[in-house]
Nanobody, 133 residues
Framework: EVQLVESGGGLVQAGESLRLTCAAS????????IGWFRQVPGKEREGISC????????YYANSVKGRFTISSDNAKNTMYLQMDSLKPEDTAVYYC??????????????????????????WGQGTQVTVSS
């Protein structure tokens, strides 16, 4: 079964850094679109960065571009999000997510990150990131 487990969240001060990790299993990780989303209370879940693991193509939301870096280690079925220069507005629950295995190979990172959540998407349980000013 598809499994996604996030880790690495915590409490930091503005300007500091965190690295989130997503451990994945149950699908062909090395040829797949996968990404990071975040959500704050009362707001829609936002796609912030996605990657296609076959060629390293990436997408970043404007809110994080230049500060966050997405990467994958295909040998370990693991995705990372390096978050630098964190701001209080980055405070959210961060989720890793993957589309249905039927579509995952064919979706671009931009399309996956900017599309509304689908009924057949897979999500981790989330990890809290809190940035104090």
């Amino acid at each position: 079964e598809v499994q996604l487990v996030e880790s690495g969240g915590g409490l930091v001060q503005a300007g500091e850094s965190l690295r989130l990790t997503c451990a994945a299993s149950g699908f062909t990780f090395g040829d797949y679109a996968i990404g990071w989303f975040r959500q704050v209370p009362g707001k829609e879940r936002e796609g912030i960065s996605c990657i296609h693991t076959s060629d390293g193509t990436t997408y970043y939301a404007n809110s994080v571009k230049g500060r966050f870096t997405i990467s994958s280690d295909n040998a370990k079925n693991t995705m990372y999000l390096q978050m630098d220069s964190l701001k209080p507005e980055d405070t959210a629950v961060y989720y890793c997510a993957a589309p249905s295995p039927v579509l995952g190979t064919y979706l671009s990172p931009r399309f996956y990150c900017t599309s509304p959540p689908g009924d057949y998407d897979y999500w981790g349980q989330g990890t809290q990131v809190t940035v104090s000013s």
